[in-house]
């Protein structure tokens, strides 16, 4: 009936708010995520529930993050793709990933568009931050990617094949030829060529 289900949803709210003010680190105002994210108040709390259950400090570190992700690849390492992963969600270097960081970050994979997609997907391959991408980086995030799917899903893999998948992008992202690809000449690539962005959508089924 309406009234049991009036206060149901009122206690939720309660309980909601409680918990807000309870955790150790409290997340922004619900409405000025809602703002900043494409999701809705509503799904901001079923999120920030699942969040809270796993993390109940209200932060992730690079250890938890990385125990997450072992649990949705038991057939591949899922360890160096999590580290990686974590860096792009810490946003602020700061070594923990608050619920703010984790729902920005999943607002543009999920609801973003392509060109948010690509500056995130650039972010997370420039590894050491200078604002480039070079080979060795590329090369890292991609053997990351297939150790994590596992042998169970590459049985044929050789050793190099990460490194010949790179060298072809690699070849037709590097613009100018001079050794590392920028933001521009990465957002240019994917966007006139399909079998780049094809291989990315490998990284959003990842995620």
Excluded at 78 to 84: C, F, G
Excluded at 161 to 187: A, I, S
């Amino acid at each position: 009936d309406i009234t049991g289900w009036y206060y149901q949803y009122q206690r939720d709210k309660i309980e909601d708010e409680l918990e807000m003010t309870m955790v150790c680190h409290r997340p922004e105002g619900l409405e000025q995520l809602e703002a900043q994210t494409n999701f809705s108040k509503r799904e901001l709390q079923v999120l920030y529930r699942g969040f809270k259950n796993e993390c109940p400090s209200g932060v992730v570190n690079e250890e938890t993050f990385k125990q997450i992700y072992s649990q949705f690849f038991p057939h591949g390492d899922a360890s160096m793709y999590a580290h990686y992963l974590f860096n792009a969600f810490d946003t602020t270097q700061t070594g923990s990933v608050k619920f703010e960081d984790f729902v920005t970050a999943l607002s543009i994979l999920l609801r973003g568009t392509v060109h948010e997609k690509l500056r995130w997907t650039f972010n997370l391959y420039d590894i050491n931050k200078d604002g480039y991408i070079n080979k060795e980086e590329m090369i890292d995030i991609v053997k990351a990617i297939y150790d994590m799917m596992g042998k169970y899903t590459y049985p044929v893999l050789k050793d190099d094949t990460p490194r010949q998948h790179v060298d072809v992008f690699f070849q037709k992202m590097d613009k100018n030829k001079d050794g590392v690809v920028t933001l521009d000449e990465f957002l240019e690539s994917c966007q006139e060529d399909d079998n780049i962005m094809r291989s990315l959508q490998l990284f959003e089924n990842v995620m």
